[in-house]
């Protein structure tokens, strides 16, 4: 299935869907040497976002995690792609200085149609999400 969004940031990329319905803070919910969700009330804490594709309704808290979300990237700790509910300017701009493909507003509900292993390829640069549903 073939689903049309918004691009973001630009970029094709591919992997296994971790999903959530609670708003992510980079700076604070993630450790950015290893990826890992650390923030103990958040519904991923104890899971790593490395070469995922994050589902997760918007970005929330510091603008310094747009750069935390940089140091991801370095650190190879990076989700391969990201796709919003509605991308906020803390989570864009992170993904676009980042490189990490980012799209949002999805024909279909994303929470609707993808579920956590699902496989997915996000292209960032047309503006659409393949799964193999
Ligand atoms: C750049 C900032 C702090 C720092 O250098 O550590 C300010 C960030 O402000 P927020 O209100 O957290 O976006």
Redesign the pocket.
């Given at each position: 299935m073939r689903i049309k969004c918004r691009s973001i940031s630009r970029g094709t990329a591919e992997g296994e869907v971790l999903l959530t319905h609670d708003p992510i803070s980079f700076?604070g919910n993630v450790d950015p040497n290893t990826g890992t969700i650390v923030e103990t009330e958040h519904e991923l804490y104890g899971q790593c976002i490395k070469d995922r594709v994050l589902v997760f309704p918007h970005g929330k808290?510091?603008?310094?995690g747009s750069y935390v979300l940089y140091q991801l990237i370095k650190n190879d700790v990076a989700p391969a792609a990201m796709i919003n509910t509605e991308s906020e300017p803390i989570v864009a701009v992170g993904a676009i200085i980042s490189g990490i493909p980012l799209v949002d507003k999805m024909e279909k509900d994303p929470f609707d149609i993808l579920k956590n292993g699902d496989h997915v390829k996000v292209d960032g640069s047309t503006g659409c999400v393949e799964t193999d549903n």
């Open positions: 700076l808290g510091s603008t310094v």
